[in-house]
């Protein structure tokens, strides 16, 4: 077992979905992992998958579609296995072959892509699944080890130099614009990665949650490889 997730009190390790889904997220934990040694040629999947732009979302039929190895065989049908657990259980999952996700450069001192840390909000109470099967994977960090953004006094003062109204309506303008969901890691900040084959559930931010919402961000992709993510 891998004892930076066994031995981190932000991540609980299940062993199965139903446990996934069950287990309540209580005091520093916010992330749950089910931990799993995925045997198959994820690669191979991914090599047969055609990319369209920069992100491709894979149906089923696409995954059905592919002529493949028992190795390739296999690795495709633990991912459509993953997909009937997750809409079995009401979730709307998306399998996703990508190259990169957009950059956002319209504020060098506050980007607001997947590529900072943040954490996800949802109008209704649920969570964020996810499992990379191929290529790089995502980081979690604790909550005690960031700072929200829009507390960091020279970056709030920047951020006012934005805000085109009224004093009073400026953290209404930080929660429209998202900027309260973005974070950065404190200097001795020790990110966990989440893996290949593992399916995550992490909390989200909701005033239903019993706990913080868990930090995470997208990967640097490495050179020359897709990812295949699945999440929902």
Same mark, same amino acid.
């Given at each position: !077992?891998? =004892?930076?997730?066994?031995?981190?009190?932000? #991540?609980? *390790?299940?062993?199965?979905?139903?446990?996934? #889904?069950?287990?309540?997220? !209580?005091?520093? !934990?916010?992330?749950?992992?089910?931990?799993?040694?995925?045997?198959?040629? $994820?690669?191979?999947?991914?090599?047969?998958?055609? @990319?369209?732009?920069?992100?491709?979302?894979?149906?089923?039929?696409?995954?059905?579609? @592919?002529?493949?190895?028992?190795?390739? =065989?296999?690795?495709?049908? *633990? *991912?459509?296995?993953?997909?009937?657990? &997750?809409?079995?259980?009401?979730?709307?999952?998306?399998?996703?072959?990508?190259?990169?996700?957009?950059?956002?450069?319209?504020?060098?001192?506050?980007?607001?892509?997947?590529?900072?840390?943040?954490?996800?909000?949802?109008?209704? !109470?649920? %969570?964020? +699944?996810?499992?990379? /099967?191929?290529?790089?994977?995502?980081?979690?960090?604790?909550?005690?080890?960031?700072?929200?953004?829009? @507390?960091?006094?020279? *970056?709030?003062?920047?951020?006012?130099?934005?805000?085109?109204?009224?004093?009073? %309506? +400026?953290?209404? $303008?930080?929660?429209?614009?998202? $900027?309260? &969901?973005? /974070?950065?890691?404190?200097?001795?900040?020790?990110?966990?990665?989440?893996?290949?084959?593992?399916?995550?559930?992490?909390?989200?931010?909701?005033?239903?949650?019993?706990?913080?919402?868990?930090?995470?961000?997208?990967?640097?992709?490495?050179?020359?490889?897709?990812? @295949?993510? &699945? #999440?929902?």
């Amino acid at each position: !077992m891998n =004892n930076t997730f066994s031995e981190n009190p932000q #991540i609980g *390790i299940v062993s199965s979905f139903t446990e996934l #889904i069950h287990t309540q997220f !209580m005091g520093s !934990m916010n992330a749950l992992c089910w931990q799993r040694n995925v045997s198959g040629d $994820f690669k191979e999947v991914v090599s047969k998958l055609r @990319l369209e732009e920069n992100i491709t979302e894979v149906s089923s039929e696409d995954l059905l579609n @592919l002529q493949l190895s028992e190795q390739g =065989n296999a690795a495709r049908e *633990i *991912i459509l296995n993953d997909l009937k657990l &997750l809409q079995d259980f009401g979730a709307q999952p998306s399998l996703n072959l990508l190259k990169c996700y957009e950059r956002d450069e319209e504020l060098d001192f506050f980007p607001t892509d997947v590529y900072s840390y943040h954490v996800d909000r949802s109008p209704v !109470m649920t %969570d964020t +699944f996810l499992c990379t /099967y191929h290529g790089a994977a995502s980081d979690i960090l604790p909550n005690d080890q960031v700072t929200q953004k829009i @507390l960091i006094p020279d *970056i709030r003062e920047q951020l006012k130099s934005l805000h085109d109204g009224p004093e009073a %309506d +400026f953290e209404a $303008f930080l929660k429209d614009c998202f $900027f309260d &969901l973005h /974070y950065q890691p404190k200097p001795d900040a020790c990110p966990v990665n989440l893996g290949t084959g593992h399916l995550w559930r992490l909390a989200v931010d909701h005033p239903e949650q019993k706990v913080l919402p868990c930090v995470h961000r997208a990967p640097v992709e490495n050179d020359g490889e897709y990812r @295949l993510l &699945l #999440i929902c």
